[in-house]
């Protein structure tokens, strides 16, 4: 059997998640796991523990794009770690590769080790920048959300409502209502 897994970093990249779908399911996936999470949390990809758990000896999972399964080449490996315990390989679409041949596992595991060095490459270039940019004055980080609202906090509390319910009202975090409330 062919399962598809189609991943999506955020809700706004809908385009994308709906795009892998279509090619899986023309790639002959008579199953989709499909999910809207970053690749980091590995915790909240359900859909991939889902399929990992759902996949069978003989089958194949596919995907449209290496990046939609693994960040790293550690957890590319365990991922097929866990596929090969099952009888079960990986296709990848866009670079036409199989684990079902040796030829296969190498490429992946090569072009696994390529993809992590490029994403860190691109993590560093981005530091770089950030620090440039502060260096140079262009760059204040994200606006302080809670601090801008130290004075509707402090009315609150005079007002004689609780720390969590002005977190509520105000839409911050109890930690930043406790902040601004504590004397400096």
């Given at each position: ?27 002959g996936?008579?199953k ?9 949390d ?24 290496l ?30 590769i ?9 490429m ?63 839409g ?13």
């Amino acid at each position: 059997m062919l399962i598809g897994y189609a991943r999506s970093s955020s809700i706004e990249q809908v385009a994308g998640i709906e795009a892998q779908i279509r090619d899986l399911q023309a790639a002959g996936c008579e199953k989709v796991f499909a999910e809207q999470v970053s690749s980091v949390d590995m915790a909240a990809r359900q859909q991939l523990s889902m399929l990992l758990d759902y996949a069978r000896d003989g089958d194949t999972v596919v995907i449209t794009d290496l990046s939609r399964l693994a960040r790293s080449v550690s957890h590319l490996l365990s991922t097929l770690d866990r596929l090969a315990a099952k009888g079960t390989q990986l296709r990848i679409l866009n670079m036409g590769i199989d684990t079902g041949t040796p030829t296969g596992k190498l490429m992946l595991t090569i072009l696994g080790g390529i993809s992590e060095w490029e994403r860190e490459v691109m993590l560093e270039r981005q530091r770089e920048g950030v620090a440039k940019a502060k260096l140079e004055g262009k760059y204040k980080g994200r606006k302080p959300t809670a601090r801008a609202k130290a004075e509707d906090v402090n009315r609150l509390r005079a007002e004689g409502i609780g720390p969590t319910e002005i977190a509520a009202r105000l839409g911050i975090g109890r930690a930043s209502v406790y902040r601004i409330l504590s004397p400096k």
